[in-house]
């Protein structure tokens, strides 16, 4: 594994997508300086290359792999570059994605904490990270999730994309790296006593060796748009149910019980 091939690697990946420029521009990155790490006379900083490995979906060390195992991965398992303006017309109308449903949803737009209580981890609390944010005229999100004390995985990744459904928020999520695990999500909006949170239950596949089908209640917990971003990644994390640092309000909604008042799984606002 060298930075060596990373020029390779990045030139590869390019004939993925539709142009260079296209490339650059999705990922938000200057073209003049991606084709200096594509000649190799410049080398990526750390951010950069986890914004180039999110957007093909791949793990940031894939990219300084050798170059012949990387071209052995990208042909066993296609890079996403993923233009969601490309979205045939059939799947726009079915998701109604027009410019009238996605202006409500500007005001989503920024960092979270999301949290929920995972089945693999009994009687914890998941706390990640999800950036929400427009894109091409559509609201689509990164969501990251570690598990730094887990020598199986560190950390999951997941693209999204937010609909707006009049009176509440459907958002899809898959896995990045390989296109499993999807997740959907379907969320109120701000509440007037709690207006920095969305809540709701989102419906998936899990990690487990069985990959079961399960429900969570899960909360949303907005930052802000301009935040420090090394901080909140250090708060995501796994935390035991009761832990203090987790606010009692958001523990209270993602309590996966069923009350003998509640007929159904169902969200707690």
């Known amino acids: 594994m060298s930075a060596a091939d990373l020029p390779a690697n990045l030139r590869l990946l390019c004939s993925y997508g539709r142009s260079i420029t296209a490339v650059c521009r999705q990922i938000g990155i200057n073209r003049q300086q991606f084709t200096k790490y594509m ?3 410049s080398q990526p900083g750390l951010s950069n290359v986890r914004r180039i490995a999110d957007h093909f979906g791949l793990e940031d060390y894939e990219l300084l792999m050798e170059h012949d195992a990387f071209r052995k991965l990208v042909s066993i398992r296609r890079p996403i570059a993923p233009n969601i303006s490309d979205l045939s017309d059939e799947i726009r109308k079915t998701l109604f994605l027009t410019s009238d449903s996605v202006a409500p949803l500007l005001k989503q737009v920024g960092y979270y904490h999301n949290y929920f209580m995972p089945l693999e981890y009994p009687g914890c609390i998941l706390r ?3 950036h929400v944010y427009e894109q091409n005229g559509f609201i ?3 969501n990251v999730e570690r598990y730094p004390r887990d020598p199986r995985v560190r950390v999951k ?4 994309i937010f609909v707006h459904t009049g009176d509440k928020i459907v958002m899809f999520e898959r896995e990045s790296t390989i296109g499993r695990a999807p997740w959907l999500s379907i969320l ?3 509440e007037q006593d709690q207006p920095q949170l969305l809540q709701g239950l989102t419906l998936g596949v899990t990690r487990s060796s069985g990959r079961e089908i399960a429900c969570y209640r899960v ?3 907005y930052l802000g748009q301009d935040i420090d971003l090394r901080q909140a990644m250090r708060g995501c994390d796994l935390y035991a149910e009761d832990d203090e640092r987790i606010d009692p309000e958001i523990r209270r909604r993602i309590r996966c019980e069923i009350l003998p008042h509640e007929l159904a799984f169902m969200a707690r606002v």
């Open 219 to 221: 909360v949303m917990e």
């Open 157 to 160: 990744k997941y693209n999204g």
């Open 128 to 130: 990640g990270l999800c």
């Open 140 to 142: 689509v999100s990164r």
């Open 39 to 41: 000649a190799g006379t």
């Open 188 to 190: 109120y909006p701000y």
